[in-house]
């Protein structure tokens, strides 16, 4: 009996002996942020995952194990006698299909959401270099971020290109602006330094998160705290003038994280008149695990904008290259502060909940060029120019709150939250007397009246409910069904006793009800469809509701999206294809109608159809060798829709009515391709051809008027030196619009002749870099 207990105890010993502990860290490449989540194995047989810090501990004595996760190119690493690992994985450049997102403003994979969605991962953002969003926004197919310069933006996702609020821009799955203010436009409050992905919702998302989200839902994904401490600076500048530094750090200890960065960006004297700027741009982020099972995150954002506002050009000069504003004294002004916290809590492996405290503060101010306006007689003779000097400010408090349950029946889960918006908001604009040189086509100067067009205060207070919930009957089929319901409350205050034609207080509320409901069917090896049916919907925007310009009452715009589509990876996932088919159908569409003044006025369509078709291909033969190609097809039309015009000899008005007609500023084909070669024996080298096309559209919705479109080349090449000696320095050259090519990033119509935003000519951008990091 002795000899068999000695055997058991020399058995133990020779086991423990012979056994390895392996520790081990895993982070993303790029940010150095810690993956948790992430699987390593060996033989197929799962060991560990790692935790919310990035870290996993084995038991085993192995050669090799195999890091892997969802949406980065896993590794097989050779152990050789190493107790501690720093495992870095890269963002995958093809199999995207299973890349986790936030549809559910919970990570998910791909194959689970039964929507169109595409993500910019770090490894993108960090190649591309871009110095305005739209470079990145174009990648992806069926979006056209138009560049208005200075970062200054429009956008068409599933719409024309549009000036109106049928977007809605997020960050860390926050709106950046509240509903009913001023939301077309507000990217040039972010900060393009500190962000980590990019995700776009294509089509309506309103049944998770609210007004706006109707073309699409733009969510950017901020950076964290690296595992243990990362930084680095850049400097770039441009042939025309453009400079820029970016700087971003930061550091994990123990429990505590802390993330910062920003850039400051100056133009001056550049390819076009009067469109010198400045930016400062800057955020912070903190992390603090309490606990295994709960965290609190603490953000805060900063972003100023100055920028001159030279405006459009006429054919004549377009044509002619002749850059030169037609004034010199518009402008637009913006300080922006978000800030917020964020508690999470895991409940037990089957229910988790956060609440987010947030609170933003705005200010607006400008002078436009697009209201600037040529009063005209009877016969169309101009008499005087005017305009008007404004500023619109806000500050909200808020928060949102949201809970999931996971359930064994069929699967199932369950999510439902809470968002209460209180934004107060003031708004003034003053006439402006403005002299003209009619011979040459030039504003001089102007003169503040002192007399108000608007002075008023709005109480915005947005609250709403949702809930989603998911079953899985049978393996390979998800039904997601969601519905929620806003309330919008507007309440006005006017300021001025006399000379408006709004009544000194009143209310507006607009109550919203919008359901979805899909589904996704995974067919295995990487290949599966979705369908789904959403509502989408679009209160007025205050400035619509209680400007004096506005002449005409607005109501309620709503959506119904009818969608199908699916993705299959082939070639032993080499290559991954997704196809999104969509049918928009709006119901009281808030148009952006262009008067004969230049200025613009907002009126509801009675219906209108939009249609198309969105692709993505994505192939790598090798892994030095990746190819992508994204478009859209579409076909945007009025089915009731009519206009006001003036018959100026008889001073009267007519209707004009565009049944069937193709809506205005609508390409029927946008595509963007790039092709990425980084060679295998230059370890750090890339060089990457871009083509964008953009093709023939109607600018006005008579459909008389056309704009040819156009095509574009990009090339960049960069260098990220991996010798000990410089490792961690970098350097890039981007050519942008490489042929130098002439074109409009949009143009519009009207009975006096047609306006062009003239684009870039060839932009050379120079950069170098340094960053260094240890886990």
């Known amino acids: 009996m002795k000899k068999y207990y000695l055997f058991f105890v ?26 948790p989540g992430v699987t390593i194995s060996n033989n197929n047989i799962t060991l560990a995952h790692t935790n919310a810090a990035g870290q996993f501990k084995i038991t085993e004595d192995l050669q090799t194990i195999r890091i892997a996760m969802v949406g980065y190119s896993a590794r097989l690493i050779t152990i050789n006698g190493a107790t501690k690992l720093d495992v870095r994985l ?33 490894t993108q953002i960090k190649d591309t270099k871009a ?4 470079q990145l926004l174009n990648k992806v197919a069926g979006v056209y971020m138009v560049n208005l310069g200075n970062e200054q933006h ?48 294509k089509g309506p998302a309103s049944s998770l998160y609210g007004s706006n989200a109707i073309g699409g839902a733009v969510n950017f994904i901020t950076q964290g705290p690296p595992a243990g401490y990362a930084a680095n600076i850049a400097l770039q500048g441009d042939n025309y003038n453009y400079r820029r530094i970016d700087a971003d750090g930061g550091f994990t200890s123990g429990r505590f994280g802390l993330y910062a960065g920003g850039y400051i960006a100056h133009q001056k004297n550049s390819w076009q ?40 050009l006429d054919s004549a000069h377009f044509y002619n290259k002749s850059y030169g504003s037609n004034q010199r004294f518009t402008y637009r002004k913006v300080e922006a502060l978000r800030a917020g916290a964020k508690l999470e809590h895991i409940w037990n492996e089957t229910n988790a909940t956060f609440f987010t405290a947030f609170f933003r503060d705005n200010s607006t101010a400008q002078l436009p060029s697009y209201y600037i306006a040529d009063l005209r007689n009877n ?8 305009g008007q000097v404004n500023d619109q400010k806000f500050q909200s408090y808020g928060f949102l709150v949201q809970h999931r349950s996971n359930f064994d029946f069929l699967h199932s889960r369950l999510i439902a939250g809470g968002y209460l918006d209180d934004s107060p908001s003031s708004y003034y604009a003053q006439f402006l007397n403005i002299t003209k040189d009619v011979a040459n086509n030039y504003y001089t100067s102007f003169t503040n009246t002192g007399t108000y067009i608007d002075n008023y205060r709005i109480r915005l207070f947005n609250t709403a409910a949702y809930t989603q919930y998911e079953i899985n009957p049978v393996e390979p089929l998800r039904v997601v069904m969601g519905l929620r319901f806003d309330r919008v409350h507007y309440n006005f205050t006017n300021a001025l006793t006399s000379g408006s034609k709004y009544k000194q207080q009143q209310s507006n509320d607009f109550n919203i009800v919008a359901p979805k409901l899909g589904l996704t069917y995974d067919l295995g090896a990487n290949k599966g469809f979705y369908a789904n049916y ?22 309620q715009a709503t959506f119904n999206n009818y969608e199908a589509g699916g993705w299959v990876s082939a070639f032993d996932k080499k290559m991954y294809i997704e196809v999104s088919l969509y049918d928009l159908e709006g119901h009281n569409e808030i148009i952006n109608q262009l008067l004969p003044d230049n200025t613009t006025q907002n009126q509801n369509a009675g219906a209108t159809r939009h249609r198309g078709i969105e692709y993505a291909i994505t192939y790598a033969p090798v892994n030095e060798l990746n190819f992508r190609f994204n478009g859209t097809n579409a076909k945007h039309t009025y089915i009731d829709y009519n206009e006001v015009a003036t018959n100026y000899s008889t001073n009267t008005s007519y209707s004009i009515g565009y049944n069937g007609k193709r809506m205005n500023n609508a390409p029927a084909w946008i595509a963007n391709a790039e092709l990425t070669y980084k060679p295998v024996y230059l370890p750090g080298f890339r060089i990457a051809g871009e083509w964008q096309h953009i093709a023939q559209y109607y600018t006005n919705p008579a459909n008389t008027k056309t704009y040819q479109g156009y095509d574009i080349y990009n090339l960049r090449l960069g260098y990220d030196f991996k010798s000990s000696l410089i490792k961690g ?13 002439l074109y409009a990033t949009t143009v519009t119509s009207n009975q006096y002749g047609d306006t062009y935003n003239a684009a870039p000519p060839r932009t050379i951008t120079l950069g170098i870099s340094y960053s260094f990091a240890k886990n």
Do not use: C
């Open 10 to 35: 020399l058995s133990l010993f020779t086991t423990a002996a012979f056994s390895q502990n392996i520790t081990g860290t895993v982070t993303d490449a790029i940010t150095h942020e810690p993956l």
């Open 90 to 122: 890269e963002p995958s450049a093809v199999d995207l299909q299973p890349v986790v997102v936030s549809a559910s403003r919970e990570g998910e994979a791909r194959q689970d959401a039964p929507i169109a969605i595409s993500k910019i991962n770090s």
């Open 131 to 134: 110095t305005a969003l739209y």
């Open 154 to 201: 429009t956008m068409a996702i599933r719409q024309p290109i549009t000036y109106n609020a049928l977007y809605l821009y997020m960050e860390d799955g926050l709106p950046i602006r509240p509903t009913g203010i001023f939301n077309h436009n507000s990217l040039y409050e972010i900060n393009m330094s500190g962000i980590k992905d990019i995700e776009v919702i």
């Open 273 to 312: 008149d009067y469109s010198d700027f400045d930016k400062y741009s800057v955020n912070f982020k903190t992390t603090y695990a309490v606990d295994d099972r709960t965290k609190l995150t603490a953000t805060a954002a900063y972003n100023y904008l100055n920028t001159q506002t030279p405006g459009s």
């Open 379 to 386: 016969l169309g003779a101009y008499q005087s120019s005017n």
């Open 534 to 555: 959403s509502v989408g919907f679009q209160p007025p925007e205050t400035g619509d509701l209680y400007s004096a310009r506005q002449l005409t009452p607005l109501k």
């Open 729 to 741: 320095a970098g350097i890039w050259f981007n050519v942008l619009n490489l042929t130098d090519k």
